[in-house]
């Protein structure tokens, strides 16, 4: 039993650093006395996406057009698509992998 116990903290510790390295970081920035979230992603023109990316958004959005295109530093994708009249926020890596944020 308390080796199961034992066995289980440990897990718990491994699992939640983990799980802190893989976060990607976030500036919260004071103007005019409101805190905004800034996520390091800068617009970049729909023409520089990857392959991988455009072949992603078109398998699993059909009918549905890239409106806005943001990078960031980890080469992380954020993407603004537009299906049927609704705007959906997607992540993306280079191999047009979906990543959850």
């Known amino acids: 039993m308390k080796n199961l116990f034992l066995t289980s903290v440990f ?3 491994i699992l939640c650093s983990i799980s802190f390295y893989a976060a990607s ?3 919260v920035v004071m103007e005019d006395g409101v805190f905004v979230l800034q996520d390091d992603f800068k ?3 729909k023409d520089a996406v990857p ?3 455009t072949e992603s958004v078109d ?3 059909l009918n549905s057009d890239i409106s806005k295109v943001y990078v960031n ?3 992380e994708y954020k993407l ?3 299906q049927n009249g609704l705007n959906t926020i997607v992540y993306a890596d280079t191999s047009g992998n979906w990543i959850t944020k």
């Open 11 to 13: 897990m718990g510790i």
């Open 80 to 82: 603004e698509i537009n």
């Open 51 to 53: 392959d991988a990316i």
């Open 59 to 61: 398998n699993y959005f």
């Open 73 to 75: 530093e980890a080469k």
């Open 43 to 45: 617009e970049i023109e």
């Open 25 to 27: 970081p976030i500036k």
